[in-house]
T-cell receptor, first 115, second 115 residues
Framework: GAGVSQTPSNKVTEKGKYVELRCDPI?????LYWYRQSLGQGPEFLIY????????DSGLPNDRFFAVRPEGSVSTLKIQRTERGDSAVYLC?????????????FGSGTRLTVV | AQSVTQLDSHVSVSEGTPVLLRCNYS??????LFWYVQHPNKGLQLLLK??????LVKGINGFEAEFKKSETSFHLTKPSAHMSDAAEYFC?????????????FGGGTRLMVKP
């Protein structure tokens, strides 16, 4: 597509529930990144994929968070047993390739609210 | 390790006056540096980037930034503010040529433009 698409744009869920957030990167972009932006802060790195594999998941806060990219295109960020502290905007970005000076394109994000 | 400090959380200017948003970085490696802008409910948009060529970088919408290695700074400037410039601005450092090219964001500076 023309840009990075994230769905849903807003998600409200109850504490303890499971949620999935979807990212559709720019066609042909092999690198995909997830970031989390809490209120009043800059985005923080969560995980990145090169192709289908998670090349670096060091930013995932705990084992309730997991992400997949089974066909090297669309990615899903999964959060189990959600907590109120998970409330944030989750941003996805894609890049033609990882590394070097390839630019990122960010999606508009999914605003997750855990009540 | 790398980090970014944006020295002002809020900056207020009058329309038509100059803009200065300050940024200092720390990096153990040769950095790439970026400025992104985030308008309300919109995705992050790249304003400009420094990747090792000219130290004075020109970006979109009349913004520019100067890389000063001796001062570890990358301040963003614009000669004359416009109402449409009101937004959140993020200074970002990336480890150049790192395989993952993960971005480290500053805490952001909210620019307010008064008529």
């Amino acid at each position: 597509g023309a840009g990075v698409s994230q769905t849903p744009s807003n998600k409200v869920t109850e504490k303890g529930k499971y949620v999935e957030l979807r990212c559709d990167p720019i066609s042909g972009h092999t690198a995909l990144y997830w970031y989390r932006q809490s209120l009043g802060q800059g985005p923080e790195f969560l995980i990145y994929f090169q192709g289908t594999g998670a090349a670096d998941d060091s930013g995932l806060p705990n084992d309730r968070f997991f992400a997949v990219r089974p066909e090297g295109s669309v990615s899903t960020l999964k959060i189990q047993r959600t907590e109120r502290g998970d409330s944030a905007v989750y941003l996805c970005a894609s890049s033609l390739m990882a590394g070097g000076d390839y630019g990122y394109t960010f999606g508009s994000g999914t605003r997750l609210t855990v009540v | 390790a790398q980090s970014v400090t944006q020295l002002d959380s809020h900056v207020s200017v009058s329309e038509g006056t100059p803009v200065l948003l300050r940024c200092n970085y720390s990096s153990s490696y040769s950095p790439s540096l970026f400025w992104y802008v985030q308008h309300p409910n919109k995705g992050l948009q790249l304003l400009l980037k420094y990747t090792s060529a000219a130290t004075l970088v020109k970006g979109i919408n009349g913004f520019e930034a100067e890389f000063k290695k001796s001062e570890t700074s990358f301040h963003l400037t614009k000669p004359s503010a416009h109402m449409s410039d009101a937004a959140e601005y993020f200074c970002v450092v990336s480890r150049r040529n790192n395989a993952g090219n993960m971005l480290t964001f500053g805490g952001g500076t909210r620019l307010m433009v008064k008529p």
